[in-house]
């Protein structure tokens, strides 16, 4: 019996991340081929060129979709989306995969699903269900579920909500972000270990800060990260961690700010193209605060009972942990949320943070499924209308 192909698409660093311990199940098993096609930011020296730390994971990327990152505006995105979908049909027909598997929301995902949904192949999504209302990331996830067969959820309100959208629920699965599963696996850098990791030395307090443009905002970023910078300095002891934004509308603005920001500020700040999963896991241990507007601050930031300073509304609507800590998009706001994650009783109630997001097992048990589910007819999606 030939082996089941699952064709996995990667696109970011921080997708790459979520999906590591799932590809090495995959890898590992006997019974299926994977299949791997990078894309995206991974393909852009901008951006790290972290194609590479896949190739050194021990993976073998079997095509690359250049989706030609080169301009930054809500037009230059939508033109990449075009090309990807048309870079993900040639190679979708050169691979012929029986199962295309993606996570989460972004667009060059959203040019995989549309090559595969069209060339009728099976879609497994991970990560849906999900809300960011700031960012048309979450327009983007919903329209990946609807096109996609298989899904794969990190907690029970999510499940329902695919089902609220029209699929079966004998296809949705609860198995817990499979991002968290490494966490438990890997030996982390204690704090000297770290420094000399990233040639930088860690002061009394520490915040790493990641902050990505917030798509639906009719403004641009610079207000706000202005008003981020003014709330670090109030924190003049403080050692500042920047790794940089994705690919986003908007995020060179936001990257020659930061390089501003940190030439400025020499010994006391250092901006990362891409920490790495080791580098980036063990600075969430070593840092008081984690800050910014990324998805990480929400999922994997509170399983090592650090506090998150979530700011604004890019993460709007998606579950989150005790130790996450909203404020707006001003200095006074954001200042007053590092305070109180400072704060001695709020760092007392880190040792009893419940992590809305199921974890340990995913990766096990969606390559299980990906391995045994019967897909005869799987492509005839019938929507399921829930009982009123």
Known sequence: MPKRKICVVTGSRAEYGLLYSLLKDLQADTELDLQLVVTGMHLSSRFGSTYKVIEEDGFSINHKVDL??????????????????????????????????????????????????????????????ELTEG??????RHAITKMSHLHFVAAEPYRQRVIQLGE????????????????????????????????????????????????????????????????????SSSRVIFTMPNSDTDNKIIGEMIDGYVKSNPGRAKSFLSLGQLRYLSAIT??????????????????????????????KGRLRASSVIDCEENATSISSAIDKALSEDFQKSLGHVHHPYKSGNASKAISKTLKSFNLDGILAKVFYDLKL
């Open 168 to 235: 079966r629920p004998d296809h949705v699965f609860n198995v817990g972000s499979p991002g968290l599963d490494k966490i438990k696996e890997i030996k982390l850098l204690k704090r000297e270990e770290f420094e000399k990791a990233i040639d930088f030395k860690l002061g009394a307090i520490n915040f790493l800060v990641t902050y990505h443009p917030v798509t639906l905002c009719q403004e641009g970023p610079e207000k706000a990260i202005m008003a981020l910078f003014k709330a670090i300095d109030e924190f």
């Open 68 to 129: 030609a990152l080169d301009g930054d505006s809500a037009q230059d995105i939508a033109q990449s989306v075009g090309r990807g979908t048309i870079g993900f049909a040639d190679v979708f027909g050169r691979l012929q995969p029986d199962i295309v598997l993606v996570l989460g929301d972004r667009y060059e995902i959203l040019s995989a699903v549309q090559a595969a949904m069209i060339m009728n192949i099976a879609i497994a999504h991970l990560h849906g269900g």
């Open 135 to 140: 960012a048309i990331d979450d327009s983007i």
């Open 286 to 315: 070593n840092v008081n605060i984690v800050l910014g507007n990324s998805s990480s601050g929400l999922i994997e930031v509170p399983v090592f009972n650090k506090p998150t300073v979530n700011i604004g509304d890019r993460q």
